[in-house]
């Protein structure tokens, strides 16, 4: 992360690397510090930028999205398998480099003759990226293995899988911690390093994961009352280079074009149709997610026109998707239908729905795509008005206007969305649009949606379905170019991959690395793998 320097100096990649310098020749000064904390953001989650396919896995492991070669039992399809090294392994690799590191760091800080108050403020800073890793661990894999001091191989080898409830309390303890020693805001040299925010709304997100909606409710409430982050007016532009600085971002990996640049946005996300490689492709029921501009979902509303229906919805849909036949991109119409192109359904993209993300997809962008300048935003601060109200709703507290409108209204009145107000406190029914509202303010901002659909308990109930693209007929009985769904909802829409019956409960939890079992037996498999 380059703005970890003053004055957003960029030699620091030209640094002797901290593994090379011995103990004797090291912790003697601040820029000693820079250095180590440097490398604990490069590593960790929250600042590598490093190609893997874990967006793209993770996208296919949720009810919105599938891969464009996607087939049953393929990793890129969402199933995880022990032996896999781009994900499985590589998640668990990369989080205990970073808390190694990071323990490495806790435990020579204090040679270093610094300001106490910059001290404490970078302390803050590590036992944040290191709650991280295991706030992600533990929403991955389960109880894993709580190190918190620098161990020797045979230590390392030898450990044993803390408790689910082990690994949380620890999260969230340090997270306290570490909000109190950590700055609201931050000068623009320092865009990237972890704010006061960051640490209360990842302890709010594990806290709803744990069902503690009060504490969780309390944690997000504090944000709000640093009168800090707010709703920006844009919506596509977040995901865009020009929306990097908004005061909505609250945690994000700062990306440098061709130096760290982003090689998703605008070659992954792409359509073949534009020229990109298209990784993943949306499946009609997030389309169908979002609601007409009345407000009403597309079975209620008398907008609804089943000829023409990309018409009068929710401008969040024309900013996040590209609609086949309806969207038009640098000047050129949208096509996805076999008989009008290649690229859209067809044998180049044998998994392709016909839908595309345009979310990430800079219109004017002209730079290099594999390459890009466009920041990995993972906490907005629209996620945690909807968890504020989430948490309250949850924990039986009252629903009133007032709140509707502090948190959700707020949401959906952004200036580029401005979607009807909602009114309605019954809490069934409100909990219905706020899931609705996550799904679709959130689509593809990984791993929001998988987490989401786990800790509401309802991810094999979703996952276990046949998925469907763009309709390609209104004869069906009698169309053969592809195979489509004859009857009821969906009739005349491409069938996309049929999950139905091979995901089981036990796939809510990604396996242990077969390799780390194979080096520590120690560990225990999850089960059903």
Not at 148 to 159: D, F
Not at 441 to 448: A, H, S
Not at 503 to 512: F, Q, R
């Amino acid at each position: 992360m380059v703005s970890l320097l003053s004055g957003c100096e960029t030699d620091w990649l030209d640094e002797q690397p901290l593994e090379s310098l011995s103990a004797s020749s090291f912790w003697n000064s601040q820029d000693d510090v820079q250095l180590a904390l440097a490398g604990i953001y490069r590593a960790g989650n929250v600042g590598t930028n490093a190609y893997t396919n874990e967006v793209l896995c993770m996208s296919s492991a949720t009810d919105d999205s599938g891969y464009k070669h996607g087939s049953i039992d393929n990793i890129y399809s969402g199933y995880f398998k022990p032996g896999d090294s781009q994900v499985v392994q590589a998640i668990w690799n990369r989080a205990y480099v970073t808390i190694f590191r990071a323990n490495y760091f806790l435990e020579n800080i204090e040679k270093v003759q610094m300001d106490e108050a910059k001290k404490a403020e970078v302390i803050a800073e590590v036992r944040f990226l290191r709650a991280y890793e295991y706030f992600y661990l533990s929403t991955l894999y389960g109880g894993v293995p709580l190190v918190t001091k620098v161990l020797s191989i045979e230590e390392a080898n030898t450990q044993k899988r803390s408790s689910l409830q082990e690994v949380a309390t620890f999260c969230i303890d340090e997270l306290t911690a570490a909000a109190k020693d950590l700055p609201a805001t931050r000068p623009d040299t320092e865009r990237g390093r972890i704010l006061k925010a960051a640490a209360l709304a990842v302890k709010a997100k594990l806290l709803m994961i744990h069902e503690r909606w009060a504490e969780a409710a309390t944690a997000y409430k504090e944000i709000m009352d640093l009168n800090v982050h707010s709703i920006d007016p844009r919506y596509k532009e977040l995901f865009e280079e020009e929306g990097e600085t908004s005061k909505e971002i609250i945690l994000a990996t700062n990306i440098l074009a061709q130096l760290y640049g982003n090689s998703h946005n605008q070659r992954n996300w792409h359509p073949d149709f534009y020229g990109g490689y298209q990784e993943t492709n949306v499946l009609q029921g997030l389309v169908d997610a979002f609601l007409m501009n009345d407000g009403l979902p597309i079975e209620e509303s008398p907008l609804y026109d089943a000829a023409h229906p990309f018409d009068n919805r929710d401008p969040r849909l024309y900013a996040s998707i590209f609609l086949p036949e309806y969207t038009e991109f640098r000047g050129i119409l949208y096509l996805a239908h076999p008989s009008l192109t290649n690229k859209g359904i067809g044998t180049p993209l044998r998994g392709a729905t016909g839908y595309g993300w345009k979310k990430y997809v800079t219109e004017d962008y002209a730079g290099d795509w594999g390459s890009s300048g466009d920041d990995v935003i993972l906490i907005r601060y629209a996620e945690v008005l909807l968890g504020y109200l989430e948490s309250k709703l949850e924990s039986g507290d009252n629903i009133t206007q007032d709140l509707l409108d502090q948190t959700i209204n707020e949401v959906r009145g952004r200036e580029a969305v401005q979607m009807p107000p909602v009114t309605e406190t019954d809490r069934d029914k409100l909990r219905e649009i706020v899931r609705r509202e996550r799904r679709v303010e959130f689509c593809l901002e990984n791993p929001i949606r998988y987490m989401d659909i786990r800790r509401w308990g309802i991810y094999t109930e979703v996952m276990n379905q046949q998925f469907y693209g763009m309709k390609l007929t209104d004869t069906p009985e009698t169309y053969t170019a592809y195979p489509v769904e004859t009857t009821g909802k969906y009739r005349g829409h491409l069938k996309s991959i049929n999950k139905t019956g091979t995901v089981k409960p036990e796939s809510a939890l990604l396996p242990i690395p077969i390799y780390e079992i194979n080096i520590n037996p120690e560990l225990e498999q999850n089960p059903g793998y």
